[in-house]
């Protein structure tokens, strides 16, 4: 069993899956380190995704095209996160709460209305995103067939990477993020607009868990399946806190999630002598073990989780 374990850890179908998989955990948790670095908690990030693959499948299914599709899965998710950002920001209601109902609609809403447009059996499959091969860099050995033979989607969420962590670190708007996480009433005091760059920061949270949660369903299945971003939402919270709010590390993390998933997907094909069960909880029981490990270790922004309710 060793052997074989070995050998599946240095396949390259592993380490394609490995990418893969970590692609909407990274995703998500790129637009959850925006919302946290703002003082924001979005438990909601689930509720987004699943909208966002719901969407997705909508939009590919009426216009014909997976681009629209996920232009649809990012505006879900914008949508989703709008419903946050008022009752968080506006109306000053426990973020973690909000999130947690914006989870159970979401959930119920998306069976609503997948039974509704495709009914109770029928799942039908959509145009989806398919694998990109790069011109020259997808010939390479070994690293082409890894990292350059990927969905748009992937492309994409790894380019953001970089992105996001400029962003943050070197520019103006992003120290106004980070003041306005740290503390509020000295960001309000010098005028920054703390209520408008916390919205800023969950919408592009939700655009973010949408486009992630679209990964799902234009990428991996070509279809929507009810629940079926499987909690990656939570993990993708324990993404961030690994990663301890930064986008760097928040990848590096998601790739240690994605090969979990990898590998207990790919150990459930070779018939390797493990219960199944225990192979599918394996990313989960991780994440409880890194949730436990990390308690008191990583330090989240200052003002996480708490509303500014100017006086």
């Not at 390259?12 to 948790?29: E, N, W, Y």
């Not at 998306?110 to 495709?118: E, K």
């Not at 986008?247 to 790919?266: E, K, Q, S």
């Amino acid at each position: 069993m060793l052997e074989t374990l070995i050998q599946l850890l240095l396949s390259i179908d592993f380490l394609v899956a490995s990418i893969r998989f970590s692609t909407p955990l990274l995703g998500a948790s790129l637009g959850e380190i925006i919302s946290e670095r703002a003082g924001v908690v979005n438990i909601g990030l689930e509720g987004m995704m699943l909208c966002g693959a719901l969407a997705g499948v909508l939009g590919s299914y009426m216009t014909g095209n997976p681009w629209f599709g996920l232009l649809a899965a990012v505006l879900a998710g914008v949508l989703v996160a709008l419903i946050q950002a008022f009752f968080s920001i506006t109306l000053a209601v426990d973020q973690v709460v909000v999130g947690m109902a914006l989870n159970i609609g979401s959930l119920g809403l998306t069976t609503y209305v997948s039974r509704l447009v495709f009914g109770l059996t029928e799942r039908p499959r959509v145009t989806g995103l398919a694998p990109l091969k790069l011109p020259f860099l997808g010939d390479l050995p070994v690293l082409g067939p890894i990292l350059f033979n990927q969905s748009a989607v992937v492309y994409l969420t790894y380019l953001l990477v970089p992105v996001v962590a400029f962003v943050l670190m070197r520019t103006e708007w992003g120290l106004k993020l980070r003041a306005v996480g740290e503390h509020p009433e000295a960001a309000a005091s010098v005028g920054v607009p703390v209520a408008r760059v916390r919205y800023v920061a969950v919408l592009l949270c939700g655009a973010l868990a949408g486009m992630a949660g679209s990964f799902f369903s234009l990428v991996q299945l070509n279809a929507f399946v009810e629940g079926m971003t499987g909690g990656r939402g939570f993990i993708a919270l324990a993404v961030v806190i690994v990663g301890k709010w930064t986008p760097r590390r928040a990848a590096l993390t998601a790739l240690l999630f994605g090969a979990l998933d990898a590998m207990a997907l790919r150990t459930q094909a070779l018939a390797v002598d493990l219960p199944y069960h225990l192979l599918l909880a394996l990313p989960y029981l991780v994440t409880l073990l890194v949730y436990a490990g990390l308690v008191g270790q990583a330090r989240a922004p200052a003002a996480l989780g708490r509303p500014f309710v100017r006086d």
